[in-house]
């Protein structure tokens, strides 16, 4: 008992210093004048519940797999929060662009702070610069896309990745991160949203750590926004 309690507060403390960094970040910069708001009576911050698992596919196999509903999913999960800030269209910030399809792009940062469990028991968190295309409605329903890069912190050993060819048994904790995503509103909830998305780690093609490593986990997320 007292070394399981010793064991989940080192965990909490572990989390809690790996976190700080990409938080203080996002705070620093929501702060900063020079990002302000579109709008200054709101905040523009999204808190995002996620939870996802892992799948036994590269990032090009996966369009395939999705179209034709064919998964090989791993008994890998995770389960966590994101917190998303926006800083506004390109065109908001560049006057230049006023006018074209480019300057309709939204730009932001998001924080992720992740549990996994199954195959693997560790904490990941990761910073990403997203984009994101301008809404539509479809019926009642209101949808943007997003896609985000950044980095990805593994605590501990991510023990269900992928290691390299030349070294199958080796771990990477620091990897790219990738998010590729779609948010869908209802009209009649306009705060709460419904998320899909890919959270992707990996190498970078080597710039980040070596190729092949990494794994990809197809995500559920709900969301509110401030």
Do not use: C
Request: glycine share 10%; proline share 4%; charged share 20%.
């Amino acid at each position: 008992m007292a070394s399981g309690a010793f064991q989940s507060h080192s965990e909490y403390k572990r989390l809690k210093k790996g976190l700080s960094v990409p938080v203080a970040l996002l705070g620093l910069i929501a702060g900063n004048s020079s990002f302000a708001s579109e709008n200054p009576l709101e905040t523009n911050i999204k808190m995002i519940f996620l939870a996802g698992q892992g799948v036994d596919h590269n990032l090009k196999e996966l369009p395939i797999k999705l179209i034709t509903a064919d998964i090989d999913w791993d008994n890998s999960y995770f389960s966590g929060f994101s917190l998303e800030k926006d800083y506004g269209s390109f065109a908001s910030r560049f006057k230049a662009m006023e006018g074209s399809p480019v300057g309709t792009v939204q730009q932001g940062l998001e924080v992720v702070a992740l549990k996994h469990h199954g195959l693997q028991d560790n904490y990941e968190i990761g910073l990403a610069y997203k984009l994101k295309s301008p809404s539509w409605n479809i019926a009642n329903l209101k949808t943007e896309l997003g896609l985000g890069i950044g980095l990805s912190q593994a605590l501990s050993e991510p023990s269900y990745e992928d290691g390299p060819i030349d070294n199958p048994n080796e771990r990477y904790r620091t990897q790219l991160l990738l998010i590729l995503d779609s948010r869908w509103y209802l009209s009649a909830y306009p705060r709460y949203s419904i998320l899909f998305r890919l959270h992707h780690r990996s190498g970078a093609y080597g710039l980040i750590a070596p190729r092949n490593v990494g794994s990809n986990f197809l995500t559920f997320g709900l969301g509110y926004d401030f």
